[in-house]
């Protein structure tokens, strides 16, 4: 496992070091750190050497952490597990942009990022998994934290993804395959809770893959779910 801890203040970086290698240490993850004094230093080792957990700072001189977030996430590194440490708690919101993990205000307590460490582990090992799908003329590995959504018209399943993949199965036997971030939408649709943008009456908004329609009495149940899963 390939950690990076990105932070301009040298003292930080290793009270945040000291805490991962005593994760590392008690969970046996056998994890590889790497310091970064800037965003820039990092981009410039970011393609021979990409991380699974990314500790981040904000605040730095030149380009900020959520702006290197957002670059990092531009070249289409889903699984990579952002988590931003801050002396503020104004930055928050700005995490939806990169789907950041979690925030640490500092000073970091350690027990806190201990446990987000573990959480980081854990959404590796989920979102490495992939669903078999086989197409008409392909057989396609698809990563199960790609899909965004799954609908069925008359007898054919359609998966949205980084592309969308049509493929004629029950809409219930595709669901077998998919676990607790995913939730069933009526008869004809099953949407992945982390693309979730904003939910209304009718409709459910998902992160660039436009709206799918909300069925009667399913706003409760969308709610509960996104709640759950943050939780």
Known sequence: MQIFICDDSADERKYIKSIVCEWSAECG????????????ALLFDYSENPPDILLLDIEMPGLSGVELAKRLRSRGNRLLQIIFITAYSDYIAEGY?????????????????ISV?????????????????????ETALVPICEIKYIEVIKNYVTVHAERDYTLKMPLKEIERDLDGRFLRVGRSHIVNLRFITRVTRTEIFLKGCGTVSLPRGGYEKVNRAIINMKG
């Open 117 to 137: 460490l573990s959480r980081a582990a854990e959404r590796l090992e989920e979102d490495g998994k992939k669903i078999v799908l086989e197409l008409t003329d």
């Open 29 to 40: 993850a056998g994890a590889s750190i790497r310091e970064y004094p800037s965003a820039e």
């Open 97 to 113: 942009d990169v789907a950041a993990l979690h925030y640490l205000l500092k000073p970091v307590d350690r027990e806190k990022l």
